[in-house]
């Protein structure tokens, strides 16, 4: 028989980021209500999304979404940082951020090359150091960081097909694109059509 059970996240009082530093065996399935960034540091690590799994490299990284089921385990020694962003923070800045869907290319060892994937690592790194080192006024230097990673994360990892344009400028039109990707995906059982959403966002078909 499987366990599922739900984790739930404590955050320090002064920040909406959990970090954890640990050596992967089993972790069984479980979910949580936060966005989770598992960043392989050395080894490899297998994770199991829904019916997914995939096995994550060393330096590679593996975005697990809200509420999303998910199982850790490892038959090699490794040693993996566990980011845990609480949604209520980011919420503030993105307010259908519990919607949004975030994904990375884990198939091979070099699918997560390029300057996306090192700003990624780049800001969990800036993040980390901050949290262990706790200089003047580190809290509000890890909400800035954590702000920029969030429309990075936009950008850069989620389910749509965006180009690669400054969120902060183009806000309203990615909302768009979003509403419009998740009536498909709330709605792909019904028989809609392209006037249906077009009617829906008040849009010529073409």
């Known amino acids: 028989?499987?366990?599922?059970?739900?984790?739930y996240i404590t955050y320090p009082s002064d920040l909406p980021v959990n970090i954890t530093y640990c050596r992967v065996i089993n972790y069984p399935i479980h979910w949580q209500n936060s966005i989770e960034i598992?960043?392989?540091?050395?080894?490899?690590?297998?994770?199991?999304?829904?019916?997914?799994?995939?096995?994550?490299?060393e330096n590679n990284l593996e975005i697990v979404n809200i509420d999303e089921a998910h199982r850790l385990y490892s038959d090699?020694?490794?040693?993996?940082?566990?980011?845990?962003?609480?949604?209520?923070?980011?919420?503030?800045?993105?307010?259908?951020?519990?919607?949004?869907?975030?994904?990375?290319?884990?198939?091979?060892?070099?699918?997560?090359?390029?300057?996306?994937?090192?700003?990624?690592?780049?800001?969990?790194?800036?993040?980390?150091?901050?949290?262990?080192?706790?200089?003047?006024?580190?809290?509000?230097?890890?909400?800035r960081n954590l702000i920029d990673l969030l429309y990075h994360l936009i950008n850069n990892f989620n389910?749509?097909?965006?180009?690669?344009?400054?969120?902060?400028?183009?806000?309203?039109?990615?909302?768009?694109?979003?509403?419009i990707s998740k009536y498909i995906y709330n709605n792909y059982n019904n028989n809609i059509t392209l006037q249906d959403i077009a009617e829906k966002e008040f849009l010529s078909t073409n």
């Open 1 to 7: 028989m499987i366990r599922l059970r739900k984790e």
């Open 38 to 57: 598992i960043y392989v540091l050395k080894g490899s690590v297998y994770i199991t999304i829904d019916t997914d799994t995939i096995k994550v490299k």
């Open 76 to 143: 090699e020694d490794n040693e993996v940082l566990i980011f845990h962003i609480d949604p209520l923070f980011f919420e503030k800045y993105y307010n259908d951020i519990k919607n949004m869907f975030f994904y990375t290319n884990s198939e091979d060892k070099n699918s997560q090359q390029g300057e996306a994937y090192e700003e990624l690592r780049t800001f969990l790194s800036i993040i980390l150091c901050e949290a262990i080192q706790k200089r003047e006024d580190y809290d509000e230097y890890i909400e």
């Open 159 to 179: 389910y749509l097909v965006y180009d690669q344009e400054e969120l902060k400028e183009a806000g309203e039109e990615l909302d768009r694109y979003h509403r």
